[in-house]
T-cell receptor
Framework: DAMVIQNPRYQVTQFGKPVTLSCSQT?????MYWYQQKSSQAPKLLFH???????NEADTPDNFQSRRPNTSFCFLDIRSPGLGDAAMYLC?????????????FGPGTRLLVL | EDKVVQSPLSLVVHEGDTVTLNCSYE??????LLWYKQEKKAPTFLFML????IEKKSGRLSSILDKKELFSILNITATQTGDSAVYLC????????????FGKGTHLIIQP
């Protein structure tokens, strides 16, 4: 089945140790999003790619970077994780054909920073 | 199957009108309901609702949740052309599925 896949589902890292979260999609969608969701808070958009066009949200910390080497894959790199970066990270995709279309979300990666 | 239904799917009003957008849901392990505004490709967060009957307000926008009847409304008063957008309702599920289930959105057009 076509889907959005995130690996791993749970990631434990150490304070300051770089970590990469991955997302892949079989939907052939143009747009891929990364959201951060902390406990009891709404998901917060970090950035998105429309094809290779990268769009960073104004308040996304520089510590967070993203790569999209091809249509299917998108990575979230956290260069120096702090304790405050512990959260659920959600990847989503959409076709990008029309405004407001449905986003399809992956199951998320829960990041724990020790 | 978890379901979030928004109505109407599209709405055209004149500047200055008040609009009410609806969102109903049928999900397991409900945790919260979220409203987003999407003008181009990425949604902007508006409200998160977890408790029934407590209105959340931000300027001309307000929203309320009814967990007994399983619905939420988003009100926009004194609409402006800048309010034209798609308004997305999403439900956050508890348990092992921590993602969001979105409705199809309401496409709101404000005419001058």
């Amino acid at each position: 089945d076509a889907m959005v896949i995130q690996n791993p589902r749970y990631q434990v890292t150490q304070f300051g140790k770089p970590v990469t979260l991955s997302c892949s999609q079989t939907l052939n969608h143009n747009v891929m999003y990364w959201y951060q969701q902390k406990s009891s808070q709404a998901p917060k958009l970090l950035f998105h790619y429309y094809d290779k066009d990268f769009n960073n949200e104004a308040d996304t910390p520089d510590n967070f970077q993203s790569r999209r080497p091809n249509t299917s894959f998108c990575f979230l790199d956290i260069r120096s994780p702090g304790l405050g970066d512990a959260a659920m990270y959600l990847c989503a995709t959409s076709r990008g054909a029309v405004t407001g279309e449905t986003q399809y979300f992956g199951p998320g990666t829960r990041l724990l920073v020790l | 199957e978890d379901k979030v239904v928004q109505s109407p799917l599209s709405l055209v009003v004149h500047e200055g009108d008040t609009v009410t957008l609806n969102c109903s849901y049928e999900v397991t392990n409900f945790r919260s309901l979220l409203w987003y505004k999407q003008e181009k490709k990425a949604p902007t967060f508006l409200f998160m609702l977890t408790s029934s009957g407590i209105e959340k307000k931000s300027g001309r926008l307000s929203s309320i949740l009814d967990k007994k009847e399983l619905f939420s409304i988003l009100n926009i008063t004194a609409t402006q052309t800048g309010d034209s957008a798609v308004y997305l309702c999403a439900v956050s599920l508890g348990g092992g599925a921590d993602g969001l289930t979105f409705g199809k959105g309401t496409h709101l057009i404000i005419q001058p």
